[in-house]
């Protein structure tokens, strides 16, 4: 039996492996993907971080790149890879955790193939799950091919035709562009709201991440005046002129979508009837149905202080939004594992329970 499994080997799971590492502790990583960063490697092929180097280490082990370079995606992943050789973290790919249930005073977690047992469980999962598409879509003709985000890698992949992209957040507004300016001959629509926040990349010479940390947005609780009113905002879309990009001449912005059918799709300002592809960039829904017993709060996402779960020897780390802004950061996940690791060598066998839909300080019992 293990102290501790994490599910999951991204960004937060291995800040997390990091800390156990160093106290010596008897664990082990799992994570469903074939290898290591794949999750990264899935995302559309052009695909750069908003934050540079500076902004990009984890715990230990600096992201190997020049301050003010902007990595893409398979710097990410190939600087995951080297980290897990680096510490000889113990990680076994291909196992997808179908359920995690707790008996007595162990957790049960079962794989396809195999199941695990271990003390402590922390869940590592990222926060996005199930790739949301309008139900729309569904009564769609076959003829119009149709891409969530999550499987766009790039404007090959498009028919020839017309295409409308829908959702008005960062990946959105990307494609978009990167669309556009790929299409010669065909047309581009853009569905979703047109004042989303815009924030440039850098700002005076610095990027807006130094900006950030000088006026410490990415440090303030959620729990403090502050850290509302931040978290109560739209997240903006960083290093898009949206203005700019939608006056552009084959870029049509047509209002939300209201309803599809066969060849039409209607939206609040147009009705369209040209359409050979839809991109839906319209985000994931947070999926934690294969952890027995879970209490979720209002948003779908697992009731924790800190990532302290509400259920006895069961952690959590990389939520949006789990104590600050960067708790779902690559740069800023390793203050939520350092608060963790000191309050599992504080309290060994996780003596912390919550109250039932209660974001208070963790109970001792």
Not at 81 to 93: D, R
Not at 259 to 274: F, G, I, K, M, P
Not at 334 to 358: C, G, R, W
């Amino acid at each position: 039996m293990f102290d501790y499994i994490i599910v999951g080997a991204g960004q937060a799971g291995l800040a997390m492996a990091y800390q156990l590492k160093k106290a010596n502790a008897n664990f082990l990583i799992l994570d469903s993907a074939e290898e290591i960063g794949a999750s990264w490697l899935k995302r559309w092929d052009s695909l750069k971080l908003f934050t540079p180097t500076e902004f990009n280490h984890l715990p230990g082990m600096p992201f190997p790149a020049a301050k003010g370079h902007y990595p893409d995606k398979h710097e990410v992943a190939n600087y995951f890879k080297s980290y897990v050789e680096q510490f000889k973290l113990p990680v076994k790919l291909g196992q997808k955790v179908l359920k995690v249930a707790k008996s007595n005073n162990s957790f049960d977690v079962q794989c396809l193939q195999q199941s695990y047992q271990c003390k402590q469980v922390i869940i590592a999962s990222g926060p996005f799950h199930t790739p949301f598409i309008p139900a729309c879509h569904e009564s769609l003709s076959c003829d119009i091919q149709q891409i969530h985000s999550s499987d766009y890698r790039n404007p090959e992949q498009l028919i020839e035709g017309d295409t409308l992209v829908v959702g008005a957040g960062d990946s959105g507004f990307q494609i978009l562009k990167e669309i556009a300016e790929y299409s010669d001959n065909s047309h581009v629509y853009f569905s979703g709201s047109t004042s989303s926040l815009t924030i440039p990349q850098e700002l005076l010479g610095k990027t807006v991440w130094w900006w950030f940390k000088l006026f410490g947005v990415l440090s303030v609780s959620k729990f403090s005046w502050i850290g509302k009113k931040i978290k109560q905002k739209m997240q903006p879309v960083i290093g898009i002129d949206i203005k700019s990009l939608l006056s552009s001449s084959n870029i049509t912005a047509v209002g939300h979508t209201l309803d599809a059918s066969e060849n039409t799709v209607c939206c609040q300002l147009a009705t369209l009837n040209t359409i050979k592809n839809i991109i839906w960039s319209t985000g994931f829904r947070a999926d934690f149905s294969w952890i027995e017993d879970i209490k979720l709060d209002e948003h779908g996402y697992p009731v924790n202080y800190r990532g302290i779960g509400a259920t006895k020897g069961m952690y959590f780390i990389g939520l949006p939004w789990m104590y600050t802004r960067g708790s779902a950061t690559l740069g800023g996940v390793h203050k939520d594992a350092e608060f963790l690791i000191n309050e599992m060598e504080k309290h060994p066998l996780n003596v912390f329970a919550l109250e039932t839909k209660s974001e208070s300080q963790p109970v001792a019992v």
